[in-house]
């Protein structure tokens, strides 16, 4: 396989009405030196067939649970040729500038995860007031050293860093991406960087409602700090 700078991770069930706008904003990158891989878990509709069309790699994942997104993920990194992993949901999409910004995060040798600005596409002001108090949190946390204080998540890793700490745990149903980015803080430093915007769809949010969204992080992270697991799934992938 050809070397790449940067492998781009997504995760993908049954998105045919998300996968062409993800994809269309990677074309639009003005840093051309990256690949994409998409792991599927077993899409009935046209996700495979958009991906493959648009002469993106796919492999296929063994969905064993409701919730296998860490697997899905793990996997692709095995398939990836690059040295910096960036992990992208396929209702995501990303700014032109997306990855001159990440690899300009990397220039220090002491950086082992860069995490971007994340907004919702399409979105109510109130939506857009969370998703700006996460942003800033994390932004503080990092700045302090404690990342606890939001939730927090890079969205890209040097893959030697990412397996030296094993990957993405498996045996959490949510908060696989906070957990990583805590074991992988003993690595190196982070950067947490508003040069650039990780567009998402709220869509979760519009399905909880935003009080019950609040609401089931909240027990998320209680779970998961208490007892290091969480016990209510949802589905993913």
């Given at each position: 396989?050809?070397?790449?700078?940067?492998?781009?991770?997504?995760?993908?069930?049954?998105?045919?009405?998300?996968?062409?706008?993800?994809?269309?904003?990677?074309?639009?990158?003005?840093?051309?030196g990256f690949e994409v891989i998409v792991a599927d878990g077993g899409s009935t509709d046209a996700?495979?067939?958009?991906?493959?069309?648009?002469?993106?790699?796919?492999?296929?994942?063994?969905?064993?649970?409701?919730?296998?997104?860490?697997?899905?993920?793990?996997?692709?990194?095995?398939?990836?040729?690059?040295?910096?992993?960036?992990?992208?949901?396929?209702?995501?999409?990303?700014?032109?500038?997306?990855?001159?910004?990440?690899?300009?995060?990397?220039?220090?040798?002491?950086?082992?995860?860069?995490?971007?600005?994340?907004?919702?596409?399409?979105?109510?002001?109130?939506?857009?007031?969370?998703?700006?108090?996460?942003?800033?949190?994390?932004?503080?946390?990092?700045l302090i050293g404690f990342h606890e204080i939001s939730y927090f998540s890079c969205h890209s890793?040097?893959?030697?860093?990412?397996?030296?700490?094993?990957?993405?745990?498996?045996?959490?149903?949510?908060?696989?991406?906070?957990?990583?980015?805590?074991?992988?803080?003993?690595?190196?430093?982070?950067?947490?960087?508003?040069?650039?915007?990780?567009?998402?769809?709220?869509?979760?949010?519009?399905?909880?409602?935003?009080?019950?969204?609040?609401?089931?992080?909240?027990k998320y992270l209680a779970e998961y700090y208490l007892y290091d697991r969480v016990t209510e799934?949802?589905?993913?992938?």
């Open positions: 396989m050809e070397k790449t700078s940067l492998s781009v991770i997504v995760p993908t069930l049954n998105e045919e009405e998300n996968l062409g706008k993800c994809i269309k904003s990677l074309f639009a990158q003005t840093n051309q996700t495979v067939e958009i991906a493959e069309s648009s002469g993106l790699s796919v492999i296929d994942v063994e969905k064993t649970r409701p919730h296998d997104v860490s697997t899905a993920k793990n996997l692709g990194v095995k398939h990836a040729s690059g040295d910096i992993l960036f992990f992208l949901d396929a209702d995501m999409s990303v700014e032109p500038n997306c990855f001159e910004v990440i690899e300009e995060g990397y220039q220090d040798p002491d950086v082992v995860g860069v995490a971007l600005k994340v907004m919702p596409y399409d979105a109510s002001r109130v939506e857009k007031m969370l998703y700006e108090c996460n942003n800033y949190l994390a932004r503080f946390g990092n890793y040097k893959k030697d860093a990412f397996m030296s700490v094993g990957g993405f745990r498996t045996d959490l149903y949510a908060c696989e991406d906070l957990d990583l980015s805590l074991r992988m803080r003993r690595q190196g430093r982070y950067v947490v960087t508003p040069k650039t915007i990780l567009w998402t769809s709220p869509r979760r949010l519009r399905e909880w409602s935003k009080g019950g969204y609040i609401h089931r992080y909240m799934f949802y589905d993913d992938i």
